[in-house]
Structure formats: structure tokens, C-alpha cells
């Protein structure tokens, strides 16, 4: 395989899946998806798959380790983060006490640390 210069993750996706010798219906099925979704992302109509759908892609292509991370690059959407986030922090002390909310505030800090919240609004 040669070097990547493809700009896109669909150039470099249609390059691979050519020289596999595949058709987007064979990818597709390789891969355990739509082929309609494998059209959709060699077209650009979707630029920024899923993680697990490049890994799936890449696992399907059976492509070099190289040419693996070419493709996870070009999948990235700009500004995404690459890095994981620090480690959870404790709450910053409250500048006055928070009298008879113990619960509530066991509860706020609950979803603060658990991964899969983003976002938590307070008001009152």
C-alpha cells in the first residue's frame, strides 16, 4: 500500500477498499453496516464516523497498522479531543455552607463524576 495523501476519510477509504478488491455491498457486509452508510462516507455526505464504525472499517479492510491510523486521523472530527480528560476533582468548597442538602449535593456530585453526564444545570 502506498503513502497517504488522500484529504479526506472517504478518498482514503475508496483507495483502501479498491485495492482490497472490495465493493462498498462487500465492505458493508464486512464491516456490519448499511452499504448505503459505506456510499455516505466515500461520498463526504458523513466525514466524521464513529469511532467503532473506523474500527469496524479498519478490522473489515484488514489494512497496516499505518494506514489504520491514517484513517482514524482523517475520521476525527477538527477540535475533537484526542487526549483523555483529568482525573475527577473533588467540588470546589462552597464559599457558605449548604445547611440540609447533603443529599442533594451527594447527588449533584455523583453525576459530576459519572462519565457519561456532560453537563449539569443548577438553579435557585
Same mark, same amino acid.
Given at each position: 500500500m502506498g503513502p497517504t495523501?488522500?484529504?479526506?476519510? +472517504?478518498?482514503?477509504?475508496?483507495r483502501l477498499r479498491s485495492e482490497a478488491g472490495l465493493t462498498q455491498e462487500d465492505l458493508a457486509e464486512?464491516?456490519? $453496516?448499511?452499504a448505503r452508510a459505506i456510499s455516505d462516507l466515500e461520498?463526504?455526505?458523513n466525514r466524521y464516523p464513529y469511532r467503532t464504525t473506523v474500527q469496524r472499517l479498519v478490522s473489515a479492510? +484488514?489494512?497496516e497498522a499505518s494506514e489504520a491510523e491514517a484513517l482514524s486521523e482523517l475520521g476525527r472530527r477538527p477540535g475533537r479531543l484526542t487526549q483523555? $480528560?483529568?482525573p475527577h476533582r473533588s467540588a470546589p468548597r462552597s464559599p457558605t455552607p449548604v445547611l440540609g442538602r447533603e443529599s442533594e449535593l451527594e447527588m449533584i456530585l455523583h453525576l459530576i463524576r459519572w462519565e457519561g453526564i456532560r453537563l449539569v444545570t443548577l438553579t435557585g
Open positions: 495523501t488522500e484529504s479526506t476519510f +472517504g478518498d482514503l477509504l475508496r464486512r464491516a456490519g $453496516l448499511s461520498r463526504g455526505v479492510l +484488514g489494512v483523555s $480528560l483529568p
